[in-house]
Antibody, heavy 122, light 110 residues
C-alpha cells in the first residue's frame, strides 16, 4: 500500500524559498502509470493545485505559481520535492503531496500525504 | 474565488439523502471528468468519486456522482454521522491546463 509523507520546515521567512520533500513508501516512484503531485490548502479555505511531475522529470505547473516554482524528482531516494521562491504570507498553507492517477488531462489523486503546515512569517 | 462553485454548506438528518452541487463552465466540467473528495476534520482529502460517477474500492455505494452539462452533483443517501466532512469537486480546466477545485461544501449531520 503506497504511502506518502511530507517533510520540511514549518516556518519560512518572507522572500525566502519554501522547500518540501515527499517521500513515497510501499511503491516505486519510477512507475510510468502515475505522476506525483503537490496541492495546498490555505487555512480554513479550499484546495489549490500546485503542480505535477513524472518520474522522467516532466513537469506541469499551475500558471499562477510557475515563475516561482520548481518541482523535482529523485528516483534513487523515491521522493519528489517542491521549491517555491520569494514567498509571502499568502503562501501560508497546508501543503499536501499526492499520487496522481489517470492522465494529466484526467487526473485524480490517491493517496494523499497527511499534509504539512508551512507558515510564512518573520 | 474558486473556479468551480459549490454551496458553502449543506445539512441533513441521519438516514436522509443529501446532494451537493458543483457548477462550472465549458472549459472545465463541460468538457472534462469530475472528481469528488471527502475531507474529514483534521485529515487529508480522500478520493470519493472519479470520472464523474465511479467509486474507488472501499467507498460505500451510498455515495454517487453525476454530471450534466457544466454541472455535477454528489449524492449521499442513508446519511450517517461519520459523513460529516468537507466535500470538494475537482475538474481539469482547459484554460489552466490543470485541475481546479470547488470551494468546498461543509456537510453537517444534524
Amino acid at each position: 500500500q503506497v504511502q506518502l509523507q511530507e517533510s520540511g520546515p514549518g516556518l519560512v521567512k518572507p522572500s525566502q524559498t519554501l522547500s518540501l520533500t515527499c517521500t513515497v513508501s510501499g511503491g516505486s516512484i519510477n512507475s510510468g502509470s502515475y505522476f506525483w503531485t503537490w496541492i495546498r490548502q490555505h487555512p480554513g479555505k479550499g484546495l489549490e493545485w500546485i503542480g505535477f511531475i513524472y518520474y522522467s522529470g516532466t513537469t506541469y505547473y499551475n500558471p499562477s505559481l510557475q515563475s516561482r516554482l520548481t518541482i523535482s524528482v529523485d528516483t534513487s531516494k523515491n521522493r519528489f520535492s517542491l521549491k517555491l521562491s520569494s514567498v509571502t504570507a499568502a503562501d501560508t498553507a497546508v501543503y499536501y503531496c499526492a499520487r496522481g492517477v489517470g492522465t494529466v488531462t484526467t487526473p485524480w489523486f490517491d493517496p494523499w500525504g497527511q499534509g504539512t503546515l508551512v507558515t510564512v512569517s518573520s | 474565488q474558486s473556479v468551480l462553485t459549490q454551496p458553502p454548506s449543506a445539512s441533513g438528518t441521519p438516514g436522509q439523502r443529501v446532494t451537493i452541487s458543483c457548477s462550472g463552465s465549458s472549459s472545465n466540467i463541460g468538457s472534462n471528468y469530475v472528481f469528488w473528495y471527502q475531507q474529514l476534520p483534521g485529515t487529508a482529502p480522500k478520493l470519493l468519486i472519479y470520472r464523474n460517477n465511479l467509486r474507488p474500492s472501499g467507498v460505500p455505494d451510498r455515495f454517487s456522482g453525476s454530471k450534466s452539462g457544466t454541472s455535477a452533483s454528489l449524492a449521499i443517501s442513508g446519511l450517517r454521522s461519520e459523513d460529516e466532512a468537507d466535500y470538494y469537486c475537482v475538474a481539469r480546466d482547459d484554460s489552466l491546463s490543470g485541475p481546479v477545485f470547488g470551494g468546498g461544501t461543509k456537510l453537517t449531520v444534524l
